[in-house]
């Protein structure tokens, strides 16, 4: 990844208002796994730990890895905006003040 994951981690952790205690009993995983992938102890964290963690964060895996300036409120909006529906997803683009495409 071009980023540094233990970093965004930490800041979306401390966005989210959690300890690393309260973030890996969240995400199941070990304090000192948390703290270590923090302070960037790992290179290469596996794609299974941090989609525990971005669980835990309520965001989505696909959208920590490609969307690496979002704030945290961003990053749960977009995986909210997923689960709509099209009737739904209507409702919310219209009332965003966004015109469909299509018509």
């Known amino acids: ?10 800041e979306l952790r401390k966005a989210r208002g959690l300890s690393t205690n ?18 960037g102890k790992y290179d290469n964290p596996t794609v299974d ?5 971005c669980d835990a964060l309520g965001i989505a895996f696909e959208d920590f890895v ?15 905006v997923r689960t709509l529906n099209d009737e739904q997803l209507e409702g919310f683009c219209q009332l965003m003040g966004q015109k469909d495409e299509e018509t």
Do not use: T
């Open 1 to 10: 990844m071009n980023f540094d994951v233990g970093i965004r981690i930490k």
């Open 22 to 39: 309260k973030l890996s009993n969240m995400a199941g995983l070990s304090q000192s796994y948390v703290r270590n992938l923090e302070a």
């Open 66 to 80: 490609n969307y690496k300036d979002l704030s945290l409120a961003q990053l749960k909006a977009m995986k909210l």
């Open 49 to 53: 730990s941090l989609e525990l963690i």
